[in-house]
């Protein structure tokens, strides 16, 4: 017998792809939704986008935190070069 792949998103909002074999048409979970493939792709690149949204956030929230250590310890007389090692802040040298 062929192989199905059911999609489906859990009651608790997971996504699942599962492969079945054997005959019969398999029971979804309590509470699942079935998806069709192009729903649950959909679906899956709607997570990869926030997924990828909130990755981009805590970059740009490190780099800013970088920045304004690094200029408090150049505000503080610290050379450059020990700013930039303390920090790990690898941009251009900004006036305060």
């Known amino acids: 017998m062929a192989d199905a792949t059911l999609y489906y998103r859990t009651a ?3 996504l699942v792809s599962r492969v079945v074999t054997g005959g019969g048409e398999p029971a979804l979970p309590d509470g699942a939704t079935a998806l069709t493939e ?5 679906a899956l690149a ?9 990755a981009d956030e805590l970059v740009a929230a490190d780099e800013a935190n970088q ?3 690094y200029q408090a310890l150049r505000a503080s007389g610290i050379p ?3 700013a930039r090692r303390l920090t790990g802040y690898d941009g251009p040298d900004v006036e305060n």
Do not use: I, K, P, W
């Open 80 to 82: 450059e070069a020990t």
């Open 38 to 42: 192009e729903e649950y792709l959909a």
């Open 12 to 14: 608790e909002g997971s």
């Open 46 to 54: 709607d997570v990869e986008a926030a997924r990828q949204a909130h």
């Open 67 to 69: 920045l304004a250590d």
